[in-house]
Nanobody, 123 residues
Framework: VQLQASGGGLVQAGGSLRLSCSASRRTSSNNGMGWFRQAPGKEREFVATIGWRGGDTYYAESVKGRFTVSRDNAKNTLYLQMNSLEPEDTAVYYC?????????????????WGKGTLVTVSS
């Protein structure tokens, strides 16, 4: 499975961005998927995850209420709607496919990773 994240860019604090992650084949439709991010000088951290049905989602506390994860299995695409962005959200965002049907915040449970898209939030 190849993953391609897109939608990153430069935005002012308080603004919004929508990230997309396209998967190369339908394998991802039966698997949980997630978003992680890595800020400069920091370790990769969990952002959001969603189960294969799309009904079960889970967020990091730092983004809860501002970010929304969703998926369109017919299009093999994962989304991350990011609102009320803060400078602390600046990072490279990665999408990933889990090894099971459930979503998870554990990075070790993910089998496939995209190359990431850069989000920069200016103050």
């Amino acid at each position: 499975v190849q993953l391609q994240a897109s939608g990153g860019g430069l935005v002012q604090a308080g603004g919004s961005l929508r990230l997309s992650c396209s998967a190369s084949r339908r394998t991802s439709s039966n698997n949980g998927m997630g978003w992680f991010r890595q800020a400069p000088g920091k370790e990769r951290e969990f952002v959001a995850t969603i189960g294969w049905r799309g009904g079960d989602t889970y967020y990091a506390e730092s983004v809860k209420g501002r970010f929304t994860v969703s998926r369109d299995n017919a299009k093999n695409t994962l989304y991350l709607q990011m609102n009320s962005l803060e400078p602390e959200d600046t990072a490279v965002y990665y999408c990933a496919v889990a090894g099971s049907s459930a979503g998870t915040s554990n990075a070790k449970s993910y089998q496939y990773w995209g190359k990431g898209t850069l989000v920069t939030v200016s103050s």
